[in-house]
């Protein structure tokens, strides 16, 4: 298969649903919760003029909002 990596985190959302995705510090996060936030980072970095091509850094502590960023940035563009 010829996925992408956006295509095999959206099959783990659609599977995985309900169950957690990540631990940190006592905190967890579903994979539907991951997938809800990266959109929304997504739509965020869109609005400011990202397309296709861009370059984005991400400076930041392993923490949940890491991965969700990161995932963003890719559904981004």
Same mark, same amino acid.
């Given at each position: 298969?010829?996925t =992408?990596?956006?295509?095999i ?12 995705a990540?631990?940190?510090?006592? =905190? ?13 980072v997504?739509a965020?970095?869109q =609005?400011? /003029?990202l ?6 850094a991400?400076?930041m ?9 990161i995932? /963003? ?5």
């Amino acid at each position: 298969d010829n996925t =992408s990596l956006i295509d095999i985190f959206e099959q783990s959302f659609a599977k995985n649903g309900n169950k957690t995705a990540f631990v940190c510090m006592g =905190s967890e996060l579903t994979f539907q919760e991951v997938d809800l936030y990266s959109q929304q980072v997504a739509a965020y970095l869109q =609005s400011l /003029g990202l397309v296709k091509g861009d370059k984005v850094a991400v400076m930041m502590p392993n923490m949940l909002q890491l991965p969700v960023t990161i995932i /963003g940035v890719l559904c981004a563009g």
